[in-house]
């Protein structure tokens, strides 16, 4: 907006034009407020069905600071022997930060031979990163790793 | 089945018969998150591969579902037994419907 149309103005329109600017101004500010670390139990809750998780066997490997939350290597193993009795069913991975909390679902068997998955994923800012593991038998168990993310993916314009 | 969106499989070489076979599967795709914005300040639409599955040996060996929390160009790596010499085969598809798939030869041989 020029100066000189701006002076032109009425009083009237001109704390119109001010109070809608405020008004813009506060709903994104509202939206973009920095995320809150979700509770892990509403996250695998879902999946789980409500039953904790046995913080045992799942260990999640990534690197314990990340440069560039856009894309960091991360790899879930689980002590496993993969026979037909005794094997990983699924592996989810879940980000207390991220706007969208899982980030991914993968399934195996007893073909996989290794309990083992890697991928790379995308961190909005510092976190726990959890992987959710069910094996054969129905139960649920987790394991999670801190990652400090120097650069966040996601919420910039990235 | 789009031959723009490029892929590839690595195996852990060479796979022997009962000794786990390392997979690993990169695939070019945005993964767009729906989050950005572009230069004229529209958003882009959110376009993840959001279902991807691997056969191998008259069965689906892998399978994976994925949100935008996953990086660009994803990265997979998965594990399996190869008993005998086959095709592993993996499909995709994402938001924009498009689908994607990769094929390796595994020629396996005795321990």
């Known amino acids: 907006m020029s100066e000189a149309s701006s002076l032109s103005w009425s009083r009237r329109q001109g704390l119109g034009g001010l109070l809608a600017c405020v008004g813009w101004a506060a709903a994104p500010a509202r939206a973009q407020a920095p995320p809150a670390n979700l509770d892990w139990a509403q996250l695998y809750g879902p999946f789980t069905g409500g039953i904790n998780p046995t913080p045992e066997r799942v260990s999640v490997v990534t690197p314990r600071l990340a440069d560039n939350g856009l894309s960091v290597p991360l790899a879930v193993r689980v002590d496993s022997p993969m026979s037909e009795r005794d094997h990983v069913r699924r592996v989810v991975l879940l980000s207390n930060r991220n706007p969208r909390p899982v980030i991914a679902e993968f399934e195996l068997g007893p073909w996989s031979a290794k309990a083992e998955v890697a991928t790379r994923v995308r961190l909005n800012g510092s976190q726990e990163v959890m992987a959710l593991v069910q094996t054969s038998d129905g139960r649920w168990w987790r394991g999670t790793a801190e990652v400090e993310v120097t650069e966040s993916a996601c919420m910039d314009a990235s | ?111």
Do not use: C
């Open chain 2, 1 to 111: 089945m789009r031959p723009d969106m490029l892929a590839r499989i690595q195996l852990s070489s060479p796979p022997r018969r009962g000794q786990a076979m390392e997979v690993r599967l990169l695939i070019q795709h945005p993964m767009e998150t729906g989050f950005r914005y572009d230069f004229s300040g529209t958003s882009t639409a959110k376009n993840v591969i959001h279902s991807l599955s691997a056969e191998y040996g008259g069965r689906v060996v892998f399978r994976a579902r994925m949100g935008s929390g996953v990086a660009a160009n994803p990265l997979l790596q998965f594990w399996v037994l190869p008993n005998e010499s086959g095709d592993i085969r993996v499909v995709w598809e994402d938001d924009q419907g498009v689908q994607g798939q990769v094929s390796a030869w595994v020629e396996v041989l005795p321990p």
